[in-house]
């Protein structure tokens, strides 16, 4: 009965222990959380083979035993590199022999016996693995609360020092495993046990002397390797403030924990004072001085608490462009956040520059890139892609427009007189549209127009024939008057779900339908009949 219950409490022991064992090696290796259930599992499975160890391996081989399924274990459940699993379980492995190791030594001197009495009477020996069990349990609970986790993992990841304790551990190890022989067996010596009692406890020590000797020179290299990367990083942004400043038209300092302007924004400085340089006071009125399309972005980038809660995160605050109501500059903000270490206080510093040279270059070579150099209208690609966006949107009216027999005047007067033609085509629907509607030329003679927010036939009508109006008062080549017609097809589009594809394809059958019926005129499409003027 006293056998039965010292295994059910060495189970019971054990579980705690394995328990907190997990805890730890989490904590080491860093990988996968596992649940109650799961380290409950493993205890059992372990337990099971410690009191079988307990009852029928000698203690030796028992050791040996231990070690393999503690490093198979960790090795798959954790799916770590050998060497960090290696860590781990000869880490907790040298905790557990000696500890071990102790408690049968201190039980041979209670019950005045020598190390092989204990060993071999199977309740002294489970009762020691009771003690040991729940030694070991104090133990782990001992290092979480005291040992930090970062300082175990850097020693894992530094190769030299995880190899020393390494190798140290493992010859502890074989010390124990040659102990256990030599201590066991020779059982003729009464008092062998305090040797043994001592050898445990100088490999305990010896082991935990290199763990914090270790933490400590960590401890140093951290110190050191963030002293280093501190003053790289002020050299940084010495450096780029700096440049920063160089060509910036204005710059600002502010600390956004504090909530405080520390220098800058002189444009703002009668205000700045009244408001004793709070932050969010200055905010709310430079917001209400940006230009009403520019404001959300201004609000969202210069925010406090937005600021606040992106470097929290990790997000850098991009640069953005603006105008104020008071100037037509383009101005480009470009902010940097930095953290004190010492108070924790969170600046951001601003950097204002002038673009406006920049915008206006940019704004040329996106009109160049959209519009039909010859012509000055939108080009195809250009033009097929707004009214696809206007259509998607809503009603509106599409022309699809062609020049009457365009090769015959070249053919007749020259590509020259050709292109006069169609300078002089592209200033009437200039004149003839607004600048609200979308104009281009999609072809060699070619043109589209869209009409936006309406689909009044009468508005369709009004505006093709004064094309054709214009058109029969010609231009003026080489002291000619030349005069060109053209067909227009157009579509109306008053349907929510109608497509650009849709909308073209009635556009092509209208203008069709004006080719055929003799040129010169307009046709607009209808599904159950087709509207046709000269």
Request: glycine share 6%.
């Amino acid at each position: 009965m006293e056998r039965i219950v010292l295994i059910a409490a060495n189970f019971v022991a054990y579980l705690l222990f394995i328990y907190k064992c997990f805890t730890l090696i989490e904590g080491m290796l860093h990988g996968k959380q596992f649940g109650l259930l799961f380290r409950l599992l493993i205890g059992i499975i372990n337990a099971c083979l410690m009191v079988e160890m307990a009852l029928s391996i000698p203690i030796n081989v028992s050791y040996f035993i231990t070690i393999l399924v503690l490093y198979g274990e960790l090795l798959i459940i954790f799916r770590k590199s050998l060497k960090d699993t290696l860590f781990v379980s000869v880490a907790v492995m040298m905790n557990i022999m000696c500890l071990r190791g102790m408690v049968i030594a201190l039980f041979a001197l209670a019950t005045r016996g020598t190390l092989y009495s204990v060993c071999s009477n199977v309740v002294l020996f489970l009762a020691a693995l009771l003690v040991s069990n729940l030694l070991e349990w104090l133990a782990i609970y001992a290092i979480l609360y005291f040992v930090r986790m970062e300082n175990l993992r850097f020693s894992m990841q530094d190769k030299t020092q995880s190899w020393y304790i390494i190798i140290w551990a493992s010859l502890c190890v074989l010390f124990m495993f040659r102990s256990s022989v030599v201590y066991v067996r020779d059982y003729s010596i009464p008092n062998m046990f305090l040797d043994h009692l001592s050898y445990c406890f100088m490999l305990l020590l010896s082991f935990y002397y290199l763990l914090v000797y270790t933490f400590k020179l960590n401890k140093v290299a951290k110190i050191r390797e963030a002293n280093k990367n501190l003053s790289k990083a002020l050299g940084n942004q010495l450096a780029l403030q700096s440049a920063l400043m160089r060509d910036a038209i204005f710059s600002t300092q502010a600390n956004l924990t504090q909530n405080k302007i520390i220098r800058g924004l002189d444009f703002y400085d009668e205000y700045i004072e009244q408001t004793n340089f709070n932050y969010d006071a200055w905010f709310e009125h430079a917001s209400s001085n940006v230009q009403p399309e520019y404001y959300e972005i201004y609000w969202k980038s210069l925010n406090r608490q937005t600021l606040i809660d992106n470097f929290n995160r990790g997000i850098e605050p991009k640069p953005f462009e603006y105008k104020r109501n008071d100037s037509s500059k383009w101005i480009r903000l470009v902010l940097r956040m930095f953290k004190d270490v010492e108070t924790g206080d969170i600046y951001v510093f601003g950097y204002g520059f002038d673009i406006e040279n920049e915008v206006r270059d940019r704004q040329a070579l996106l009109h160049r890139a959209e519009t039909d150099l010859f012509t000055g209208l939108y080009n195809k690609t250009t033009t097929e892609t707004l009214i696809g966006q206007a259509i998607a949107k809503g009603i509106g009216i599409l022309f699809l427009i062609d020049i009457d027999e365009f090769k015959g005047i070249n053919d007749r007067f020259g590509h020259e007189a050709g292109d006069y033609g169609l300078k002089h085509f592209s200033e009437i629907l200039s004149s003839v549209f607004s600048k609200s509607d979308i104009v281009g030329r999609v072809g060699g003679d070619e043109f589209m127009i869209f009409v936006k927010d309406t689909s009044l036939v009468s508005s369709a009508k009004d505006r093709a024939n004064e094309i054709l109006t214009r058109l029969r008062s010609g231009f003026d080549y080489d002291k000619m008057r030349l005069i060109i017609t053209a067909s227009i097809g157009i579509a109306i589009i008053d349907e929510d779900n109608c497509t650009f594809s849709e909308a073209y394809n009635q556009a092509d059958s209208a203008l069709y339908e004006a080719k055929i019926n003799g040129r010169n005129r307009f046709v607009i499409y209808a599904d159950d009949e087709k509207n046709s003027d000269r």
